[in-house]
């Protein structure tokens, strides 16, 4: 089980985006992910007909480490730290760790 998946508030605590929030768009591997509005880079890109593809300068999101990132607590308003614990039904859930309430409902 991820600690951040698809669909997680993020806010970046290390790099050039230090402070930005988004949402993660989607998880590329266990240790990269890619967010709304994070990591946005320019890419120069040849036209190609063949696919529909025109040419010039796209932003484009390119993927951040899991490291950089801290999953977003809306009671706190900051970045928090998340935990795994079992439910009394027996579901496995995440938590946030500064107040323990349930990430997943």
């Known amino acids: 089980m991820n600690r951040i998946r698809k669909g997680d508030d993020v806010i970046v605590i290390a790099g050039r ?12 591997d266990p240790e ?9 880079v ?6 190609n ?3 529909g593809l025109q040419g010039g300068i796209i932003e484009k999101e390119m993927p951040i480490h ?5 999953l ?4 706190t308003g900051k970045g928090d730290r998340v935990g ?3 439910l009394a039904d027996g579901r ?3 938590f946030y760790k500064s107040n323990q309430e349930v990430v997943d409902v």
């Open 17 to 28: 985006d230090k402070g930005r929030r988004g949402t993660v768009l989607r998880v590329v």
């Open 32 to 40: 990269h992910l890619i967010a709304e509005g994070i990591n946005v």
């Open 42 to 47: 320019k890419k120069h890109q040849r036209p």
């Open 49 to 51: 007909p063949q696919k």
């Open 66 to 70: 899991v490291s950089n990132v801290m």
């Open 72 to 75: 977003f607590n809306p009671a």
């Open 84 to 86: 795994f614990k079992t």
């Open 92 to 94: 496995k859930v995440r």
